[in-house]
């Protein structure tokens, strides 16, 4: 066949496509798109090679192996060159036949010889490496390049800990050991919850971010990024007197020190290789690090010697890939799911994708800053990953697949399930539902607490029978408690008359209440059982409280804006306004009494920081004493405070404090000022 310019294109295009991901790859360490579709776009390629010959060009991705050595890091020549290792397409046993008649064939074996040997390995996702030993001591680590010509990394492969300086045994003079540096997923999460933490960019995923790591010209990153590695391969060897097989290798390796990875099988023909490919796909998922097949070497190093090598790859090995953990699908909204607390999290809604050996429809973005990190849009082309037992997720957008259509996020202001409005503390992350009592997604949560034994103490209401009666839609809100009968508790499974009767009376019990119980059972964030005394204590009564400004409320002892503002906004909801209305019309009743009184004391109206230990009084006391006379005790120093008082081993408050040239009092101050005024 004589190809048409159609294909002269698109074979051009391939190779330009290819070359770029290669740059972006091997040298950028930041692919934008999966290795699925990579490895997609290069099988085109080869195949249109294949079927045309013409078309094929000495310098095509499919001739040549990783990309080009980064200028900035000396170059180290490859002796023996680092190879790449052909992948059998044929995700069939029929990959393994084809790829053993290839061996037998070309050792000339008949149907009547035996099986041949080879030795099953896994298939690490990271970064190859060659490392240099000579007299048993760490002399150079070099990164594979473009297979002839690497990177010295030798500065950052010595801050890797479980790459030996020295080996062990009895090394011979000369030795270069090829393996695998990678990072562990269990690492990979820790470092992005690090890099989350301090606000920072956060790494893709565990292949790119350990080869990144390697190629740093600062050993200090690299020291910083958490590497393993396995060893399982030879480059120069010197007169060292070879073990004779790939396993024999592995087990020499073992006694030099060398980390090996126990997943390793001597299989005799198609058979012992099916098997270790099942084995191992069943296995793949619980593994801590990311694998993305097995491999597969003829085991006698002078057969594999006989075999030799094709251009880019050697005769004797072949990898099998298992479903890829990464591929691209469409988003094709970002919903808003609220959790049990009110929380609001977006949720991709995908177009399924198989990836990582599962059909992914959607999958979490945890929350509104995690999706302007990400850079995604409702619309895009983006990259799913889910790998191991991690819940899948999205990686990021193929910005270049942009088509214009595409739309950002915007987090709602109104909750999605109960209309109630959403609001967002200054300091969080987290958008939430504000209509606690209300909002049917958060109805569980709140009845089981509204029931506990420090609020409204309603014995025998527990998990099982919240969920049932909430799942029977009998009960919506706390108020529905008042309302219950007989005949709708009857109707729940599993519910004897004897309990039916024992639980309407705890119901009926509950009714009369203290104000401080009510306040805690309504679950408005932040405000716990101590706090919601203190409110009680200083409002007297329900309405002094629900009217309350957040000015008005951060009067409260130890109720700071954060506090001031969850209540604020918990009763600026109409919807729990009902509830409450209607609790009240249920007969719920409480002793209302006067607002605590101003203390008209020596020091009303003014704001103390207390640090450090006063010789004679703790800092309750201390505390107990300020309120007593009218003053306010506040946990850290602001412009607002009027006196820190300081004992012995004061820390940073009292640097503060003279920094905003606050007034500082010891004990003895502290006391003239409450006696006198
Ligand atoms: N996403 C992208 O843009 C992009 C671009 C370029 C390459 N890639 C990906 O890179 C890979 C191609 O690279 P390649 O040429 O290195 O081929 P390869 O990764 O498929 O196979 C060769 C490599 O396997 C590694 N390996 C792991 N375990 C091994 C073992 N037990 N024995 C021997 N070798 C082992 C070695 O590092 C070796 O260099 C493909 O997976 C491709 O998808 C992706
Ligand atoms: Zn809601």
Same mark, same amino acid.
């Given at each position: 066949?004589?190809?048409?310019?159609?294909?002269?294109?698109?074979?051009?295009?391939?190779?330009?496509?290819?070359? *770029?991901?290669?740059?972006?790859?091997?040298?950028?360490?930041?692919?934008?798109?999966?290795? @699925?579709?990579?490895?997609?776009?290069?099988?085109?390629?080869? *195949?249109?090679?294949?079927?045309?010959?013409?078309?094929?060009?000495?310098?095509?991705?499919?001739?040549?192996?990783?990309?080009?050595?980064?200028?900035?890091?000396?170059?180290?020549?490859?002796?023996? &060159?680092?190879?790449?290792?052909?992948?059998?397409?044929?995700?069939?046993?029929?990959?393994?036949?084809?790829?053993?008649?290839?061996?037998?064939?070309?050792?000339?074996?008949?149907?009547?010889?035996?099986?041949?040997?080879?030795?099953?390995?896994?298939?690490?996702?990271?970064?190859?490496?060659?490392?240099?030993?000579?007299?048993?001591?760490?002399?150079?680590?070099?990164?594979?390049?473009?297979?002839?010509?690497?990177?010295?990394?030798?500065?950052?492969?010595?801050?890797?800990?479980?790459?030996?300086?020295?080996?062990?045994?009895?090394?011979?003079?000369?030795?270069?050991?090829?393996?695998?540096?990678?990072?562990?997923?269990?690492?990979?999460?820790?470092?992005?919850?690090?890099?989350?933490?301090?606000?920072?960019?956060?790494?893709?995923?565990?292949?790119?971010?350990? #080869?990144?790591?390697?190629?740093?010209?600062?050993?200090?990153?690299?020291?910083?990024?958490?590497?393993?590695?396995?060893?399982?391969?030879?480059?120069?060897?010197?007169?060292?007197?070879?073990? &004779?097989?790939?396993?024999?290798?592995?087990?020499?390796? *073992?006694?030099?020190?060398? +980390?090996?990875?126990?997943?390793?099988?001597?299989?005799?023909?198609?058979?012992?290789?099916?098997?270790?490919?099942?084995?191992? @796909?069943?296995?793949?998922?619980?593994?801590?690090?990311?694998?993305?097949?097995?491999?597969?070497?003829?085991?006698?190093?002078?057969?594999?010697?006989?075999?030799?090598?094709?251009?880019?790859?050697?005769?004797?090995?072949?990898?099998?890939?298992?479903?890829?953990?990464?591929?691209?699908?469409?988003?094709?909204?970002?919903?808003?799911?609220?959790?049990?607390?009110?929380?609001?999290?977006?949720?991709?809604?995908?177009?399924?994708?198989?990836?990582?050996?599962?059909?992914?429809?959607?999958?979490?973005?945890?929350?509104?800053?995690?999706?302007?990190?990400?850079?995604?849009?409702?619309?895009?082309?983006?990259?799913?990953?889910?790998?191991?037992?991690?819940?899948?997720?999205?990686?990021?957008?193929?910005?270049?697949?942009?088509?214009?259509?595409?739309?950002?996020?915007?987090?709602?202001?109104?909750?999605?399930?109960?209309?109630?409005?959403?609001?967002?503390?200054?300091?969080?992350?987290?958008?939430?539902?504000?209509?606690?009592l209300?909002?049917?997604?958060?109805?569980?949560?709140?009845?089981?607490?509204?029931?506990?034994?420090?609020?409204?103490?309603?014995?025998?209401?527990?998990?099982?029978?919240?969920?049932?009666?909430?799942?029977?839609?009998?009960?919506?809100? +706390?108020?529905?408690?008042?309302?219950?009968?007989?005949?709708?508790?009857?109707?729940?499974?599993?519910?004897?008359?004897?309990?039916?009767?024992?639980?309407?009376?705890?119901?009926?019990?509950?009714?009369?209440t203290t104000l401080a119980r009510f306040i805690?059972a309504l679950?408005i964030?932040?405000v716990?059982?101590?706090?919601a005394?203190?409110l009680a204590r200083y409002f007297g009564a329900l309405d002094a409280l629900m009217d309350a400004t957040p000015?008005r409320l951060?009067e409260v +002892?130890?109720?700071?804006?954060?506090?001031?503002?969850?209540i604020a906004?918990f009763f600026g909801e109409a919807?729990n306004r009902e509830v409450i209305e209607q609790l009240r019309a249920?007969?719920v009743t409480w002793e209302e009494g006067a607002p605590a009184?101003?203390? #008209?004391?020596?020091?009303?109206?003014?704001?103390?920081?207390?640090?450090?230990?006063?010789?004679?009084?703790?800092?309750?006391?201390?505390?107990?004493?300020?309120?007593?006379?009218?003053?306010?005790?506040?946990?850290?120093?602001?412009?607002?405070?009027?006196?820190?008082?300081?004992?012995?081993?004061?820390?940073?408050?009292?640097?503060?404090?003279?920094?905003?040239?606050?007034?500082?009092?010891?004990?003895?101050?502290?006391?003239?000022?409450?006696?006198?005024?």
């Open positions: 066949m004589i190809a048409s310019a159609l294909e002269f294109e698109r074979a051009a295009r391939l190779r330009r496509e290819l070359e *770029a991901h290669n740059h972006a790859y091997y040298v950028l360490d930041a692919p934008t798109i999966p290795d @699925a579709e990579y490895d997609r776009l290069f099988r085109e390629l080869e *195949a249109l090679e294949r079927d045309y010959p013409e078309l094929a060009t000495p310098d095509s991705p499919t001739q040549r192996v990783g990309g080009a050595p980064m200028p900035e890091l000396a170059a180290v020549r490859h002796a023996v &060159p680092m190879l790449s290792i052909r992948t059998e397409t044929d995700t069939t046993n029929g990959g393994v036949v084809a790829f053993d008649t290839r061996v037998r064939n070309a050792l000339g074996l008949g149907s009547a010889d035996a099986p041949v040997e080879y030795l099953g390995e896994l298939k690490f996702d990271g970064l190859a490496i060659s490392l240099r030993y000579e007299h048993g001591v760490l002399v150079r680590a070099a990164t594979r390049g473009d297979g002839e010509t690497g990177e010295d990394v030798t500065h950052n492969v010595r801050t890797i800990r479980q790459i030996p300086l020295r080996l062990s045994g009895k090394p011979p003079a000369l030795l270069e050991v090829r393996g695998e540096i990678y990072m562990r997923r269990d690492d990979f999460q820790r470092l992005n919850a690090r890099q989350e933490q301090a606000g920072e960019k956060l790494f893709i995923n565990p292949r790119n971010t350990a #080869a990144g790591a390697v190629r740093q010209l600062d050993p200090r990153i690299a020291a910083k990024r958490p590497l393993s590695f396995f060893a399982y391969g030879l480059g120069e060897t010197g007169d060292w007197a070879l073990p &004779p097989t790939q396993a024999a290798l592995l087990d020499a390796f *073992a006694a030099f020190g060398l +980390p090996v990875c126990e997943h390793r099988v001597v299989a005799v023909g198609v058979d012992g290789l099916c098997e270790f490919h099942d084995r191992i @796909a069943a296995l793949r998922d619980s593994l801590p690090y990311d694998i993305d097949g097995v491999v597969y070497k003829v085991n006698r190093f002078d057969l594999q010697r006989e075999l030799g090598f094709v251009t880019r790859e050697p005769r004797w090995a072949v990898a099998h890939k298992y479903p890829a953990q990464e591929e691209i699908t469409e988003l094709l909204d970002i919903e808003v799911q609220v959790g049990r607390t009110g929380a609001l999290t977006p949720v991709a809604r995908l177009k399924p994708v198989f990836v990582g050996g599962v059909t992914v429809t959607n999958a979490t973005l945890h929350n509104e800053e995690e999706i302007l990190r990400k850079g995604v849009l409702i619309g895009d082309q983006v990259i799913v990953r889910r790998a191991g037992d991690v819940i899948p997720e999205v990686v990021g957008p193929i910005v270049e697949r942009r088509k214009g259509g595409e739309r950002a996020f915007v987090m709602p202001t109104r909750c999605p399930v109960c209309a109630s409005h959403v609001e967002k503390a200054e300091d969080e992350v987290v958008a939430r539902c504000t209509g606690g209300f909002c049917p997604a958060q109805r569980k949560q709140a009845l089981l607490h509204f029931a506990g034994r420090r609020a409204m103490d309603i014995e025998g209401l527990g998990d099982k029978l919240v969920d049932q009666l909430v799942e029977a839609g009998i009960v919506k809100t +706390p108020a529905d408690l008042y309302r219950l009968g007989v005949l709708a508790l009857a109707n729940l499974q599993r519910m004897a008359e004897k309990s039916a009767a024992n639980l309407l009376a705890a119901i009926e019990k509950s009714r009369h805690f679950g964030r932040n716990g059982e101590a706090t005394k203190d000015e951060v +002892p130890d109720v700071g804006p954060v506090v001031a503002q969850s906004g919807h249920a007969g009184a101003p203390v #008209a004391g020596s020091a009303s109206g003014k704001v103390f920081v207390l640090t450090g230990t006063l010789p004679t009084m703790s800092r309750d006391e201390a505390k107990a004493l300020i309120e007593a006379h009218g003053g306010k005790v506040s946990g850290s120093v602001s412009k607002k405070t009027d006196y820190v008082v300081a004992g012995a081993e004061a820390g940073s408050k009292l640097a503060k404090a003279e920094e905003l040239g606050v007034a500082v009092l010891d004990q003895d101050g502290l006391l003239r000022l409450l006696e006198q005024g």
